[in-house]
């Protein structure tokens, strides 16, 4: 169960509903957010006297959830939530793309690559400064060098960037520096990340685990609410399963499924879903057919010598051709 206080709520009036929310229930959780106070009421409170709290003049609303996920529930927010970052919009509505490299490699192939993404209609820059690598012996990225990069290429665009976090250590690096923070598949459920995310003021965008359930992702982004940050942005970037032919299998499925069980917004990965450039543009299309409010699709100058992911990378002029083909989906509504 939440009760949601009113934006007015006193010191005193928080503590009085605090003291009665105790009595009905050992779990009582109390979360800060920049727009929106709550109570996390966890177990049952059937049978206790709710109107002793709903009653309470800083009581807005008391949202029974029937979920294990709360805050991330549509029953809590009945309305899409709209996650913004400079003129980038993602939710509600508003569909954007993010384009870029796998890595960061140099300044000359962020800066090339951020401006021609930025030609063909990109609204927000990806690239990797610290890579989830599955062999110690792969390209690493170059960290803290990266994002000063990625600091140029936005400085030269104007286009906000997002970048992956893999740990604790380097959260603050990537937090002064990134508009958007992005949580990775491999550590969906690195918990102590999304509890740290939970209480940064940047938006997250968080990826599907490799073997996540729809309700695995949904708590994943319920520990980053939990924390008192409401902006997350969901990432559907493919699931392992019997198939080998693509890199793993995009899951279409969930997007609606998000839709109808969570307010927030969710957009696909198909380069890291399959793997194969030549399939990059089918599934970005189907995946906003099914409702995607965005993509995040890898681009880079020259595939061949790309230190990381080359082959599911576009060539920039191809990035342009996906772009044209997506914009028929979106317009065709
Ligand atoms: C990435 O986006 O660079 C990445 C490593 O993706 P994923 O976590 O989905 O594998
Ligand atoms: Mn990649």
């Not at 805050?71 to 970052?85: G, W």
């Not at 104007?158 to 976090?165: I, K, R, Y």
């Not at 189907?286 to 061949?304: C, K, N």
């Amino acid at each position: 169960m939440l009760v949601v206080m009113g934006t007015g709520a006193s010191r005193g009036e928080v503590a009085e509903a605090h003291r009665r929310l105790e009595q009905m229930a050992p779990g009582v959780t109390w979360i800060e957010g920049a727009r929106q106070s709550v109570f996390a009421v966890a177990g049952d409170v059937a049978g206790s006297d709710l109107a002793s709290v709903r009653s309470l003049r800083c009581v807005e609303r008391i949202v029974q959830v029937q979920q294990p996920y709360q805050l991330t529930s549509r029953a809590f927010r009945p309305d899409d939530t709209v996650v913004s970052s400079g003129n980038c919009k993602i939710g509600g509505g508003n569909i954007a793309v993010i384009a870029g490299p796998c890595s960061v490699e140099n300044e000359e192939q962020m800066v090339r690559t951020a401006c021609l993404v930025k030609s063909y209609g990109a609204a927000m820059l990806r690239g990797g400064a610290y890579k989830p690598r599955t062999s110690p012996y792969s390209f690493q990225g170059l960290g803290e060098q990266g994002l000063k990069l990625l600091e140029k290429a936005r400085e030269v665009t104007g286009l906000p960037f997002v970048t992956e976090v893999t740990s604790v250590d380097a959260f603050a690096a990537v937090e002064d520096s990134a508009d958007v923070i992005q949580i990775g598949a491999r550590n969906m459920q690195n918990f102590p990340l999304l509890q740290r995310a939970g209480k940064s003021a940047k938006p997250i965008l968080l990826k599907r685990g490799l073997s996540a359930t729809l309700e695995e992702f949904l708590l994943a982004a319920e520990y980053i609410m939990a924390g008192g940050n409401p902006s997350v942005i969901l990432c559907e970037r493919g699931i392992r399963t019997f198939e080998t032919y693509t890199r793993s299998t995009l899951d279409l499925s969930v997007i609606p499924a998000i839709k109808e069980l969570s307010h927030l917004p969710v957009i696909a990965d198909p380069s890291h879903a399959c793997g194969k450039w030549s399939l990059v543009e089918p599934l970005a299309k189907a995946a906003i057919a099914a409702g995607a409010d965005g993509l995040m699709i890898e681009v880079h100058p020259d595939p061949d010598q790309a230190l990381c992911d080359g082959p599911q990378s576009l060539k920039p002029e191809r990035f342009g051709r996906l772009m044209s083909s997506v914009g028929k989906i979106i317009a065709a509504g």
